[in-house]
């Protein structure tokens, strides 16, 4: 039976049981957590995605706009500087950036104590695009966790952290991507 009606996708109960009888040294609970979060991962994006194209952006764009919030007032941060926030190459970050200005996203200047410096900042349509985003986003993930109490949530982001680590610690370079997505 699939997650989902009309899925292709099995349900993580055959996919576990198909793993087990190609590979017996299967641990069926380790595999039943990690395509559980790789499964709510993608679907997460998949919803996330579908919110910020109803506001005319994309989720690419709107890591741009969450890096330069999170550089804080007056959000501004050179291109190489997100490019290594958002484990991009130099190259697509140009090219990311040079869409989002022509959308009027964000702004690229000369800094004026540099000229040889590219300061890229956000614009008020940019912020706007952002909070927008969070609010859309912010009704989503509390839907999410509905049923689970307070003290669910907080055992539960207190183990994802608790695994986040481990990744971070084993796999230091993981932040950026393979290969650029744009």
């Known amino acids: 039976m699939a997650d989902t009606p009309g899925s292709a996708e099995p349900s993580l109960e055959e996919q576990i049981a198909a793993y087990q009888r190609e590979f017996q040294d299967l641990d069926p609970q380790v595999e039943k957590v990690v395509s ?29 706009l969450k890096a330069l919030v999170l550089a804080g007032h007056p959000y501004r941060l050179g291109p190489g500087e997100l490019a290594k926030r958002l484990g991009l190459t130099p190259a697509a970050m140009t090219h990311r950036i040079d869409r989002m200005v022509a959308e009027g996203l964000v702004t690229r200047e000369r800094d004026g104590s540099n000229r040889v410096r590219v300061i890229v900042g956000i614009t008020e349509d940019g912020r706007e695009k952002w909070l927008e985003a969070m609010r859309l986003a912010s009704v989503f993930e509390e839907e999410l966790l509905q049923d689970l109490s307070g003290e669910d949530r907080g055992k539960l982001g207190e183990l994802l952290i608790r695994l986040l680590r481990r990744v971070e610690t084993a796999q230091p370079d993981a932040g950026g991507r393979l290969r650029d997505l744009d």
Not at 50 to 58: A, H, V, W
């Open 36 to 64: 559980a979060l790789s499964r709510l991962n993608r679907r997460m994006n998949v919803a996330y995605g579908r919110q910020t194209s109803e506001l005319g952006i994309s989720n690419a764009e709107w890591e741009v």
